[in-house]
């Protein structure tokens, strides 16, 4: 892929990124006009990333281990689609047909595992209420607690506890997403291993 490529869709992603910025600005005050031109630009950007992927997925499938088009896959979620774990969800499942029918293709089994551990990071990063948690115990430990009601204390009491409650359900579902995701990986290996026996591609990915 031509670095002309990476630097029209950095001129894209700018666009992107000036459009938020303005957005940002008007903090609520947005015209209808500028809601309906920042929809669009989305819109425009998730198109233009799944026919980036497109344009990918035909090269790989021209040329054997085609390293240029498998980092520039890479290039384009790392850009694009960086911290959306559904774009990667969909890259997973939609690979898994992809590394079944080319068994020996090397590349296609490395952008695999970039997408295994991307989603790993991501989903160890995913729960934010310890934030909120850590803002709580802030807010309760810096006030005074002279100046506290009974209740309002005990308001804040239950405020903290919900938050850390919250924050442990998603910590535990992010772990169980991941847990899925290692249990899917080993499975499909096995069922491949057996579907094409003594092919290294395979053991080496597992």
């Not at 670095?3 to 000036?18: C, T």
């Not at 910025?21 to 950007?45: P, Y």
């Not at 169980?176 to 290692?182: E, N, S």
């Amino acid at each position: 892929m031509s670095p002309y490529r990476r630097w029209v869709l950095q001129q894209i992603l700018h666009q992107f990124s000036a459009v938020g910025h303005s957005r940002k600005q008007l903090q609520g005050e947005a015209t209808q006009a500028e809601s309906e031109r920042s929809q669009q630009v989305s819109d425009h950007l998730s198109r233009t990333l799944q026919q980036e992927i497109k344009v990918c997925s035909d090269a790989a499938c021209h040329y054997s281990s085609n390293y240029n088009a498998w980092s520039h896959r890479i290039w384009v979620l790392q850009h694009m689609a960086k911290g959306n774990v559904k774009v990667f969800l969909d890259e997973m499942s939609s690979m898994r047909l992809w590394v079944s029918m080319h068994v020996s293709d090397h590349s296609g089994f490395h952008y695999r595992q970039f997408l295994l551990k991307e989603l790993i990071t991501e989903l160890y990063q995913t729960p934010p209420s310890t934030t909120t948690t850590c803002s709580l115990q802030h807010q309760s430990t810096t006030v005074p607690s002279i100046s506290l009601h009974h209740q309002n204390h005990n308001q804040a009491n239950r405020e903290l506890s919900e938050a850390a409650a919250a924050g442990e359900g998603e910590r535990q579902l992010s772990f169980t997403t991941i847990f899925q995701l290692f249990h899917q990986e080993m499975e499909l290996c096995s069922d491949l291993i057996q579907a094409f026996p003594g092919h290294e591609t395979l053991w080496s990915h597992r």
